[in-house]
Structures are given as structure tokens and as C-alpha cells.
């Protein structure tokens, strides 16, 4: 049974950093992972794409908004994918979910707050 939690949000000052994670079990990242992505929604908005591990082509992508401050990495050895946000602004405020496409099908996380205020 796949399961990917999320930890590491919280409240944090403008300009602040957090680094979240994604542990994942009841998978192999190197046996049918396609893809491992951090998606976030903002009240009242959709949940959006800001950064993604494309497993088959090898290579990381980042939406505009996030693209330069934040950074995907990943630990195999420790089924885990991160998040390191710096330069956090007010509107990063969001939950930030954990997904994962192994052989087609999805799996996502509950999703951690994070918050960006003064």
C-alpha cells in the first residue's frame, strides 16, 4: 500500500525558509516511479504544479512562481522527496501536497500548511 506523508511546514517570516518532506513507503522509487511532484492550493484557489521530478527524461521543473527559490531534491535510499523554499513570500501561504504517479495510477499526501506572515 503506497502512502506519502508530508512534514516540515509551519509558520514562518517573510524572506524565511522551511524544507518540507515527502516519505514515501510501500514503493520503489526506481520501479515504476514516472513521476514525483510538490503541488500547493490556496484557499479559495486550485491546486497547483510548483515543482516535479520527472523520473523517465531525469530532469526537475519548476513553475514560474517558485522557480529560483525553491528547490526539489530526492533520497532514494530514504524513499524521501524534499522541499527547500527559500525567499518565502506572503503568497506561498498554501497547503503543499506530495504526489506521486507510480505505474499510471496517483497517490497524494494529506498535505502540510505552510504560512507566510509577519
Known amino acids: 500500500q503506497v502512502q506519502l506523508v508530508e512534514s516540515g511546514g509551519g509558520l514562518v517570516q517573510p524572506g524565511g525558509s522551511l524544507r518540507l518532506s515527502c516519505a514515501g513507503s510501500?514503493?520503489?522509487?526506481?520501479?515504476?516511479?514516472?513521476?514525483w511532484s510538490w503541488y500547493r492550493q490556496a484557499p479559495g484557489k486550485q491546486r497547483d504544479l510548483i515543482a516535479r521530478?520527472?523520473?523517465?527524461?531525469?530532469?526537475?521543473d519548476y513553475s514560474d512562481a517558485v522557480k529560483g527559490r525553491f528547490t526539489i531534491s530526492r533520497d532514494d535510499a530514504k524513499n524521501t522527496l524534499y522541499l527547500q523554499m527559500n525567499g518565502l513570500k506572503p503568497e506561498d501561504t498554501a497547503v503543499y501536497y506530495c504526489?506521486?504517479?507510480?505505474?499510471?495510477?496517483?497517490?497524494w499526501g494529506q498535505g502540510t500548511q505552510v504560512t507566510v506572515s509577519s
Open positions: 521530478f520527472d523520473s523517465t527524461a531525469d530532469y526537475f
Open positions: 504526489k506521486a504517479e507510480i505505474w499510471s495510477l496517483m497517490y
Open positions: 510501500g514503493f520503489t522509487p526506481s520501479l515504476g516511479l514516472s513521476e
